[in-house]
T-cell receptor, first 118, second 109 residues
Framework: GAVVSQHPSWVICKSGTSVKIECRSLDFQATTMFWYRQFPKQSLMLMATSNEGSKATYEQGVEKDKFLINHASLTLSTLTVTSAHPEDSSFYIC??????????????FGPGTRLTVL | GQNIDQPTEMTATEGAIVQINCTYQTSGFNGLFWYQQHAGEAPTFLSYNVLDGLEEKGRFSSFLSRSKGYSYLLLKELQMKDSASYLCAVMDSNYQLIWGAGTKLIIKP
């Protein structure tokens, strides 16, 4: 299969602190990973596309200096929420595409990280 | 602009059949996905359609008409565990997924 893990599953932090979320592809190499955010009762919102060895591509309206993405290896991408505020509280989900998975372009999702900023 | 439309909420009875529709307007098309998402969890893959027609996978089937910009997800023999949100997503010409807002499906006994 194609398994993607995320760590931590949930995190509670104080306003102004930074939080790092890890996304790993466990049994395949992912040249591209995606970071999503989902607020309650809303759909997934793509934040950025993370490319191994190069800078991430951010969607319009997403602050790249606030949401730092590092895709240092073919199996790991990290999202750091800097100086987190209560409005950053959300469900953060990563996904990865397995280039060897055939023609269906499926994205494999991690289990998500629930961030609560107090 | 790019747009995915699907009903906000649907209700069905256990054991019955339900069809969830999705219409889309995107810049390019590289396939349409259906995902299931239970509350508080990440989406799980259900189906992928890139050619017109019906794809059947157990109790779930997905249909696509590219000329109409239309798809549906058909769920048969509904079970209580099928209560979830169902997300329609289209991969555009840049191979990015454009997501619908999701359809919350409520199953009643």
């Amino acid at each position: 299969g194609a398994v993607v893990s995320q760590h931590p599953s949930w995190v509670i932090c104080k306003s102004g602190t930074s939080v790092k979320i890890e996304c790993r592809s466990l049994d395949f190499q992912a040249t591209t990973m995606f970071w999503y955010r989902q607020f309650p009762k809303q759909s997934l919102m793509l934040m950025a596309t993370s490319n191994e060895g190069s800078k991430a591509t951010y969607e319009q309206g997403v602050e790249k200096d606030k949401f730092l993405i590092n895709h240092a290896s073919l199996t790991l991408s990290t999202l750091t929420v800097t100086s987190a505020h209560p409005e950053d509280s959300s469900f953060y989900i990563c996904s990865a595409r397995n280039p060897l998975a055939g023609d269906n372009n499926e994205q494999f999702f991690g289990p998500g990280t629930r961030l609560t900023v107090l | 602009g790019q747009n995915i439309d699907q009903p906000t909420e649907m209700t069905a009875t256990e054991g019955a059949i339900v069809q969830i529709n999705c219409t889309y307007q995107t810049s390019g098309f590289n396939g349409l996905f259906w995902y299931q998402q239970h509350a508080g969890e990440a989406p799980t893959f259900l189906s992928y359609n890139v050619l017109d027609g019906l794809e059947e996978k157990g109790r779930f089937s997905s249909f696509l008409s590219r000329s109409k910009g239309y798809s549906y997800l058909l769920l048969k023999e509904l079970q209580m565990k099928d209560s979830a949100s169902y997300l329609c997503a289209v991969m555009d010409s840049n191979y990015q997924l454009i997501w619908g807002a999701g359809t919350k499906l409520i199953i009643k006994p």
